[in-house]
Structures are given as structure tokens and as C-alpha cells.
């Protein structure tokens, strides 16, 4: 499924940008400047009867940096206009996370 660039728990004394810079390294091998924009809380129901129920924090940043993705966290990227994401969102909706969906409504 597609979703957000990276996602993050932040180690014990770790700030939520801390931790978002990190991992946005560790997972793309990039680094920005980045602003918390918003957080929500979700709770979604899977098929095989798990439930995730999480606080989340949107954060956002710029670079021209291309990433350098860790294999062993990402499996595949691409850019896309946010129109374009909207609009296959609309048309393919299961190929989206739930968070993912609910975070580009809050910021977008």
C-alpha cells in the first residue's frame, strides 16, 4: 500500500522532529527542515483483526534532495503531484493507508 514517506515512534528523550529527521534518513537517506503541521488520532480495523489506534503528527518539509531509499525499509517510492494523489486516492482508495488518507485531508 502506499503511504506517508516515513513513520516514527521516538526513542525515550527523542523530540517528534528528532525522531522524524531520523528516520526520514535512515528510510530515504534525506535530510530537511522539517514543521509539525498537525497530529490526529485513528483508529482503523484490518482484516486479520488487528486494530491500529495511534496518535500521528504530520510533518512536512521541502528538499532537492533525491532519496537514496534503504531497501530494508522501503520498498519503492515515487513523486506525485498532490492532485494526482487526490484523484488516485478517489479511484483506488485500498491502495492507500487509512492514516496516510486521513493525514493528507488535515494538511491538504
Request: glycine share 2%; with cysteine; aromatic share 12%.
Amino acid at each position: 500500500m502506499w503511504t506517508n514517506t516515513c513513520c516514527s515512534h521516538p526513542r525515550p528523550n527523542e523530540t517528534i522532529k528528532d525522531a522524524a529527521n531520523r528516520r526520514l534518513f535512515e528510510e530515504m537517506g534525506m535530510s530537511c527542515v522539517l514543521k509539525i503541521r498537525t497530529n490526529f488520532i485513528y483508529k482503523t480495523p484490518f482484516e486479520n483483526g488487528l486494530t491500529e489506534h495511534e496518535l500521528d503528527y504530520v510533518l512536512l518539509g521541502t528538499s532537492n534532495q533525491n532519496p537514496s531509499i534503504n531497501r530494508e525499509e522501503v520498498e519503492n517510492y515515487k513523486w506525485m503531484l498532490m492532485s494526482d494523489i487526490k484523484n488516485d486516492i478517489f479511484l483506488n482508495p485500498n491502495q492507500y493507508t487509512s492514516w496516510f488518507k486521513i493525514a493528507l485531508e488535515k494538511v491538504f
